[in-house]
């Protein structure tokens, strides 16, 4: 007698969290929008006085034009239920219709009776994002590998204060890039030598390095650049260099083509990680001892190593994005000036389930929370400034949290690897 095979049905798990954080942040929109309205239009201004191309400027009446996008929020709260009923998980765009939507009818309301410059509100955006596109590819880099790296604010800081006083000592800002990145590596490689060689933990090693960087550029901020700050902290900057062509583009122009050679590293630098981690055999090591360091040591991969050669270049990269605060801008280093973009840099991370292009996509969104409230305070808006300082914090939990859902990091992520 013939017997009867068994199916064996593989348990779905749902995860609530995206609908439920999506219907919460919709509900209290329609409480903005039907108890405290706002009456009047909102001007968005789409061109600047550099564009080649002119183009005009767009109202919006602010009560019919936020009701619109309770309404769209509603339906897409509504949308990410559905899918998740069905035991799928909510699709990423609408999560990103989600957020677009819910900034067009933030800042409608908002901006009633000004006028929002979006390309200027953009740019500052992106140049406020920069340093944590650059710490957020070195988390991925390092987690990828298996080497959890907290110490990524301390590589910041680490990078723009030696960007700072090389390039004020040889008013060359080429030198104090190359420095930072130095400088980056060093953090890096007492992460890696105390969590790799020597099996400490981590998260501890990292938050030692981060209390280090900072209270080491603190003490020699006081006592030596301060006495001397026009020798050691007067630092030369890069100047914008605009794109032919593409910088006269209205809107994206000035936001993408009109920056320093920073940002147009940063260009490459996140198409180079991606390509490498996923299309290369760099990649495919690197993965590998995240994922299953016993597995890559089987087939000759040399686990410790290729997690210490990583973390280094990582490290570099943060060193890099840190150079942002002093010789991007010309501005004069200062205690912790960093602010905590480490942290969320880390959060982008997570948020970006530790690939380049999604954490760059997050990071971008947190650079945007973080100049909104500059734009907003600028105009007039009636918004408490107190509780815009909040709001780069308050998306930090929201999509760490709520939008994300189940993300699973790298197996071997944090976990030292003894070889048998």
């Known amino acids: 007698m013939p017997e009867t095979p068994v199916t064996v049905e593989k348990a779905v798990l749902r995860s609530w969290k995206p609908p439920i954080a999506l219907g919460i942040f919709a509900l209290l929109f329609g409480i903005l929008v039907f108890f405290a309205p706002r009456a009047g239009d909102t001007n968005f201004r789409l061109s600047t006085q550099a564009d080649v191309i002119q183009l005009g400027d767009v109202a919006v009446p602010v009560f019919l034009t936020t009701l619109i996008c309770f309404l769209l929020l509603a339906l897409l709260a509504a949308a990410s239920a559905y899918f998740v009923q069905r035991f799928a998980r909510t699709p990423l765009w609408v999560i ?34 920069v340093p944590l596109i650059y710490g ?16 990524i604010e301390g590589q910041l800081l680490a990078g723009a204060f030696t960007a700072a ?18 400088a980056g590596m060093l953090v890096a490689a007492v992460l890696a030598a105390f969590a790799i060689k020597y099996l400490v933990d981590q998260v501890i090693v990292g938050v030692v390095l981060n209390v280090l960087v900072i209270g080491l550029t ?25 794109i032919p062509i593409l910088s006269d583009i209205p809107i994206i122009g000035p936001v993408f083509f009109r920056q320093t050679i920073i940002v147009y590293i940063m260009y490459f630098a996140v198409a180079l990680v991606y390509i490498g981690m996923f299309h290369t055999r760099w990649g495919l090591r690197l ?54 973009a480490g942290f ?22 947190f650079g945007f929370a973080s100049n909104l409230q500059n734009t907003l305070s600028v105009i007039g808006s009636p918004v408490p400034s107190e509780f815009m300082l909040m709001v780069p914090y308050l998306v930090t939990i929201f999509v760490v949290a709520g939008v994300v859902g189940k993300s699973r990091a790298p197996a071997a992520d944090g976990k030292p690897y003894i070889k048998g």
């Open 165 to 182: 006083v090389v390039s004020s000592i040889t008013k060359q800002p080429f030198l104090g890039l190359l420095a930072a990145m130095v």
């Open 287 to 340: 993965r590998a001892v995240g994922e299953h360091p016993q597995a890559a040591d089987t087939v000759g991969i040399k686990v410790n190593q290729t997690r210490f050669w990583n973390v280094l270049l990582a490290g570099a990269i943060a060193g890099l994005g840190g150079t942002v605060f002093t010789i991007g801008a010309g501005i004069a280093f200062n205690k912790e000036m960093t602010a905590g």
């Open 96 to 129: 990103i219709v989600f957020v677009i939507v819910a900034v067009i009818g933030f800042l409608t309301w908002a901006a009633a009776g000004a006028t929002i410059p979006v390309a200027g509100l953009l740019a500052g955006s992106l140049g406020l994002a």
């Open 218 to 242: 603190g003490f020699l901020f006081s006592q030596v650049l301060a006495p001397n700050a026009a020798l050691l902290n007067t630092p030369a900057r890069f100047d914008r260099i605009p």
């Open 136 to 151: 957020a590819l070195c988390g991925v880099i390092g987690e990828r590998a298996g080497v959890v790296n907290i110490a």
């Open 344 to 365: 969320i840099a880390l959060a982008a991370v997570i948020f970006g389930q530790w690939d380049p292009i999604k954490a760059t996509l997050a990071a971008l969104l």
